[in-house]
C-alpha cells in the first residue's frame, strides 16, 4: 500500500511538473521562448559573454590600458610581453605578481635585439595604480588604470611592445575601441538602408521592386573587395580621422545593405498578403506606417539575427582597409592599422606577439557568428 | 531554344554591364584633382622632366580636359574598339601591357580555386549528411565554421608565419627567388606548386566550407524525401542508390553558387594575393590605388566585373544544360 502511495505520488508529481512547464510555455511570450531557447545554446551564451568583456574593454578602455596609445618607452623597442611572476629567481613565492625590468643588448654577430630579464629589478603589479593622467571620455582627469608598476620607467608590456617601444595591449584596446564601433554604426546604417530599400521592393513591388532589384544586382556583380579599396583610396588623405571613420562606414553600408534588403524583401512578398495587412490597408494606414508598424517588427526577430551576422563583415572590411593602407591612418590606431606592424615576415619571425591584434580580430568575429548561430535558432521558437 | 536562351541573357546582361562600368568610372573619378596633374606633380618632385608635348597628347587622347561624361564615353569607346583601356601613369605603359600576364594568372587562380573548391566540398557535403551527426560531421561542420568566419588575409598572415617558423622558408611570392624572371621550366613548375597550392588553399577556404554546409543541407532535404526510401525498399544497393538519386538533384543548384562563388573567390584572391605578395592583379590594383593611377585600378576593376558577371552566366547556361527542368521550359525548383 506504502509502495503504491508512493508511487502514485511520484507520477503525480510527474504530470504536474509537465503541467506546470507547459503551463509557463503557453503563456509565455515570444520574447521570453526565444530567450529560453537561446539559453541552451551553450557556444552562444560564451560567445556573448566575450563580446561583452571586449565591449566592456573598448568602452572604458582609458582605464583599463597601462598606458596610452603613443606613450613610448624608448629603452623598451620591440620588447617581448611581459613574463608575469609569482615565484621569483630565488624561488620565493610572492602573493602579489611582479615582473623583471628587461635589458637591452645588441648581438654583437648578427645585431638582433636581446632582452633578459634583470633579476635585481624587481617590480610588482598593482591594481588601480596611478599613471599616466588621461581625461576619461572627455569629461575629467584622472590618472588611475586599472593595472600597472609603480615605476614610471618600467612598462609592463603584457602582449609587448612594438617598434616604438608603445605598450601594444594599451593600443588594441584603444584600437578596439574604433574597431568594434566601427561594426555597430555601419550596420546601423546597413540595417536602414536595407530595410528601408528592401520594404519599399517588397511591399510596393512592380517597377519599385524592379528598379531596386536591378541596383542590387548591379552592386553585387563588382567584386566587394576590389570596390572597398578603390572607394577608400577615394577617401582623401589629409582628413581628419572622424571624417575617415565615417567616410569607411559610408562605404561599408553603401555596398552592405544588398543582403539585408534581399531577406526583408522576401519577408514582406509573404506577409504583404496576409489579412492584417489588409486590415491597416482598408483602415488607411500609409504604406509607409504598415512597413514600419506592422510589417517589420513581425520579423523582427530575423532582423536581429541578420544584423548580428552583418557585424563581423563590416569589423573585417575596416581591418582589411586599414590594413592594407587604405582606411584609417596612424597616428589613430584601429586593428587593421595595428596589423600593418605585422605586415613583413622578417618582422612577424622575431615578433610574433604584433599578430595579437589578429587573435582579438578573430575572436570579434567568431564571436559575432556563435551569437548570431544561436539568435538564428531562437529566432524561431515555436519550431 | 538553348541559343534563344543564351542570346536573351547576353541581352539581359548589357545594361547590367552599362551600369557597373558607370559606376566604377564614377569611383575611379572620385579622388578630387585629376591624375595627370598628380602624376606630373609626383615626377616633378622626383626631378623628372615633363614633357609638355606628351602630356598634352595624353591629355587630348584620353579627354582628360573634357566633362566627364565625355571622359567616359572616350574611355569606352578605346576599350571597346580599340581594346585601349587607356595608360598607366604609374608605370609609364599601357595598362593592357601592365595587367598582361597578373589577369591571367588571377584568372588561372581563381578558376583552380574553383574547381577545387568544388571538389573538395562536393563530396564532403555529401558524406556529412549521410552520415549526419557523426564525428565526420562535426569535425567538418567546425572546420567549415572556422573557414566561413575567419577572414582570409588573417589566415594568409599566419600561415606565412607558421611557415617561415618551421621551415625558415619565406612563402611570399609565387616562385622562390632563383627563379624569378626564369624562363618557364619544369623545376619552375614543381617549385611553384606548393606555394600556388597555399593560395588557392587560403582563397578556396572559405569558398568551401560555405558549399560544404550548402551541399550538406541539399542532400540532407533529397535523403527524406520518398523516392530514396521507395529506391531502398526496392533494394537498390546504397552506394549506387545515393550518386544516382539524391546527389543528382541535390547537385543542380550548386552550379548556381558559382554566382556568388566567383565574385567571393575574386575579392579573396585580391586581398590574399597582396600579403602573400603573389604576382596577381591584387598586389598591382593596391599601388595603383595608393598612387591614384587610375585607369589601371578603374581597368582592374573593370575587367574583374566583367569576368563575374560572364562567370555567372556560364553558370546559367550550365544549370540549363544540367537540369532537364528547365531546359524543358519548367521552373526551376
Not at chain 2, 319 to 333: C, E, H, K, N
Request: include cysteine; hydrophobic fraction near 50%; aromatic fraction near 12%.
Amino acid at each position: 500500500m506504502g509502495l503504491l502511495n508512493k508511487i502514485t505520488k511520484k507520477t503525480s508529481k510527474g504530470i504536474s511538473n509537465i503541467d506546470h512547464s507547459r503551463e509557463a510555455y503557453e503563456v509565455a511570450s515570444q520574447w521570453q521562448l526565444m530567450w529560453w531557447k537561446f539559453r541552451k545554446h551553450k557556444l552562444a551564451i560564451i560567445a556573448g559573454i566575450v563580446l561583452g568583456i571586449l565591449y566592456i574593454l573598448a568602452i572604458f578602455c582609458e582605464f583599463f590600458a597601462p598606458y596610452t596609445p603613443l606613450h613610448r618607452f624608448p629603452d623598451h623597442k620591440d620588447s617581448p610581453p611581459a613574463n608575469v611572476r609569482f615565484f621569483d629567481a630565488e624561488g620565493n613565492f610572492s602573493i602579489r605578481p611582479f615582473i623583471y625590468d628587461v635589458e637591452l643588448e645588441v648581438d654583437p654577430v648578427s645585431f638582433r635585439r636581446i632582452f633578459t630579464e634583470n633579476t635585481e629589478s624587481k617590480h610588482y603589479i598593482y591594481f588601480f595604480v596611478e599613471g599616466e593622467p588621461y581625461t576619461f571620455w572627455g569629461l575629467f582627469e584622472t590618472n588611475i588604470h586599472f593595472f600597472g608598476t609603480k615605476s614610471a620607467d618600467v612598462p609592463i608590456f603584457i602582449l609587448g611592445g612594438d617598434f616604438l617601444g608603445r605598450d601594444l595591449f594599451s593600443r588594441i584596446l584603444y584600437g578596439s575601441r574604433i574597431s568594434l564601433s566601427f561594426g555597430f554604426v555601419s550596420v546601423f546604417f546597413v540595417l536602414l538602408f536595407g530595410s528601408l530599400l528592401g520594404g519599399l521592393a517588397g511591399y510596393l513591388g512592380g517597377t519599385t521592386d524592379t528598379i531596386i532589384q536591378r541596383v542590387i544586382d548591379v552592386l553585387i556583380s563588382i567584386p566587394t573587395i576590389p570596390l572597398w579599396m578603390a572607394l577608400a583610396a577615394a577617401l582623401p588623405r589629409d582628413w581628419p580621422t572622424l571624417n575617415i571613420y565615417l567616410g569607411m562606414v559610408f562605404i561599408m553600408s553603401l555596398l552592405g545593405w544588398t543582403t539585408l534588403a534581399r531577406i526583408v524583401r522576401g519577408k514582406l512578398l509573404s506577409l504583404r498578403e496576409e489579412d492584417f495587412t489588409m486590415a491597416a490597408r482598408l483602415c488607411g494606414a500609409t504604406h509607409f506606417r504598415i512597413i514600419f508598424k506592422h510589417l517589420i517588427p513581425s520579423f523582427a526577430s530575423f532582423l536581429i539575427v541578420n544584423v548580428t551576422l552583418a557585424i563581423p563583415a563590416t569589423i573585417l572590411g575596416e581591418t582589411a582597409l586599414s590594413f592594407l593602407g587604405l582606411g584609417l591612418q596612424p597616428p589613430t590606431v584601429s586593428w587593421g592599422v595595428l596589423l600593418r606592424d605585422a605586415q613583413r615576415i622578417e618582422t612577424l619571425a622575431h615578433q610574433p606577439w604584433l599578430l595579437w591584434p589578429a587573435v582579438f580580430v578573430v575572436l570579434t568575429v567568431l564571436g559575432f557568428n556563435f551569437l548570431g548561430d544561436g539568435l538564428r535558432d531562437a529566432a524561431d521558437p515555436y519550431k | 531554344m538553348l541559343l534563344g536562351f543564351i542570346l536573351k541573357r547576353i541581352i539581359q546582361l548589357l545594361p547590367l554591364l552599362f551600369a557597373v562600368s558607370i559606376i566604377i568610372f564614377t569611383v575611379i573619378q572620385l579622388p578630387p584633382g585629376d591624375y595627370l596633374t598628380t602624376y606630373i606633380q609626383a615626377l616633378e618632385l622626383s626631378g623628372i622632366e615633363v614633357d609638355a608635348a606628351m602630356v598634352q597628347t595624353l591629355t587630348r587622347e584620353y579627354g582628360l580636359d573634357r566633362p566627364a561624361h565625355e571622359q567616359y564615353f572616350i574611355w569606352m569607346r578605346n576599350i571597346l574598339f580599340e581594346g585601349d583601356f587607356g595608360r598607366s601613369f604609374q608605370w609609364n605603359q599601357p595598362v593592357t601591357e601592365v595587367i598582361g600576364e597578373r589577369l591571367m594568372m588571377t584568372i588561372i587562380i581563381s578558376f583552380v580555386s574553383l574547381i577545387v573548391v568544388w571538389v573538395i566540398a562536393i563530396p564532403i557535403g555529401i558524406y556529412s549528411a549521410i552520415r549526419q551527426h557523426s564525428l565526420f560531421d562535426y569535425v567538418f561542420s567546425f572546420i567549415g565554421f572556422i573557414g566561413m568566419t575567419v577572414p582570409g588575409f588573417l589566415i594568409a598572415l599566419v600561415s606565412i608565419y607558421l611557415i617561415f617558423v618551421t621551415t625558415g622558408v619565406a612563402f611570399t611570392g609565387l616562385f622562390s627567388t632563383e627563379f624569378i624572371g626564369a624562363p618557364w621550366s619544369w623545376a619552375k613548375f614543381i617549385d611553384m606548386l606548393p606555394r600556388a597550392g597555399l593560395a588557392i588553399f587560403i582563397i578556396g577556404m572559405a569558398g568551401t566550407a560555405g558549399l560544404i554546409r550548402q551541399m550538406r543541407a541539399l542532400m540532407l532535404d533529397e535523403l527524406r524525401k520518398q523516392y530514396v526510401v521507395t529506391a531502398r525498399a526496392k533494394g537498390v544497393a546504397e552506394n549506387k542508390l545515393i550518386l544516382k538519386y539524391p546527389v543528382r538533384i541535390a547537385i543542380n543548384p550548386m552550379i548556381s553558387t558559382i554566382g556568388w562563388l566567383l565574385p567571393s573567390l575574386i575579392s579573396g584572391e585580391a586581398l590574399v594575393s597582396i600579403i602573400l605578395n603573389l604576382p596577381t592583379m591584387g598586389p598591382l590594383m593596391l599601388r595603383s590605388l595608393l598612387a591614384q593611377d587610375m585607369f589601371l585600378a578603374g581597368s582592374f576593376l573593370l575587367i574583374v566585373s566583367v569576368l563575374t558577371v560572364v562567370g555567372t552566366l556560364i553558370s546559367d547556361i550550365l544549370l540549363t544544360v544540367v537540369d532537364p527542368r528547365i531546359r524543358f521550359g519548367g521552373v526551376a525548383s
